[in-house]
T-cell receptor, first 115, second 113 residues
Framework: EPEVTQTPSHQVTQMGQEVILRCVPISNHLYFYWYRQILGQKVEFLVSFYNNEISEKSEIFDDQFSVERPDGSNFTLKIRSTKLEDSAMYFC?????????????FGDGTRLSIL | DAKTTQPNSMESNEEEPVHLPCNHSTISGTDYIHWYRQLPSQGPEYVIHGLTSNVNNRMASLAIAEDRKSSTLILHRATLRDAAVYYCILREYSGGGADGLTFGKGTHLIIQP
């Protein structure tokens, strides 16, 4: 069964550095998402992306975050200048279409640790 | 978004059925009821969804109350691998746009061998 893959599984970065998290969505999916989960807390929606532009974003997704689909297969989340509070699991998800009748398929996440 | 309420945790024995409840008294007529689960150290995983009628798939069954103000996820024969946090999520009908899922705290399901 096709799956969403994320790399790296664990990223350790110094505070203030830029970090790029990578995702390969399921190949025939058109909608892409990033979520984060701070340790012990809820999964939180960050941003969705369709047709090479942001479709929806949450309050968390401020100017230090950006997303890109640099080629036909990868979907990336960039954090420009990391802060200690950016430490979390980051999950990528994709869906074939976007409506309330369709599931989102998640990767197993990247654990981001900011020192 | 309409809110859901789930018990914080439930415990069951292996090979027995499990009924996970969810209350959503403010659900609107076009909201779909989705269930996801999150196994330890993994991303959320889609389980099942429905609108009005009960639904079955290879993973579980979803029983939806007639007034749609509550639903129950049924695992027919729990295994140790079903130990996870289960999330009940309402999704508003959207004709376009990629809406994000709103996760609550979910129900932590513990399976005893």
């Amino acid at each position: 069964e096709p799956e969403v893959t994320q790399t790296p599984s664990h990223q350790v970065t110094q505070m203030g550095q830029e970090v790029i998290l990578r995702c390969v969505p399921i190949s025939n999916h058109l909608y892409f998402y990033w979520y984060r989960q701070i340790l012990g807390q809820k999964v939180e929606f960050l941003v969705s992306f369709y047709n090479n532009e942001i479709s929806e974003k949450s309050e968390i997704f401020d100017d230090q975050f950006s997303v890109e689909r640099p080629d036909g297969s990868n979907f990336t989340l960039k954090i420009r200048s990391t802060k200690l509070e950016d430490s979390a699991m980051y999950f990528c998800a994709s869906s074939r279409v976007s409506n309330s009748n369709q599931p989102q398929h998640f990767g197993d996440g990247t654990r981001l640790s900011i020192l | 978004d309409a809110k859901t309420t789930q018990p914080n945790s439930m415990e069951s024995n292996e090979e027995e059925p499990v009924h996970l409840p969810c209350n959503h008294s403010t659900i609107s007529g076009t909201d779909y009821i989705h269930w996801y689960r999150q196994l330890p150290s993994q991303g959320p995983e889609y389980v099942i969804h429905g609108l009005t009628s009960n639904v079955n798939n290879r993973m579980a069954s979803l029983a939806i109350a007639e007034d749609r103000k509550s639903s129950t996820l049924i695992l027919h024969r729990a295994t140790l691998r079903d130990a996870a946090v289960y999330y009940c999520i309402l999704r508003e009908y959207s004709g376009g746009g990629a809406d994000g899922l709103t996760f609550g705290k979910g129900t932590h399901l513990i399976i005893q061998p």
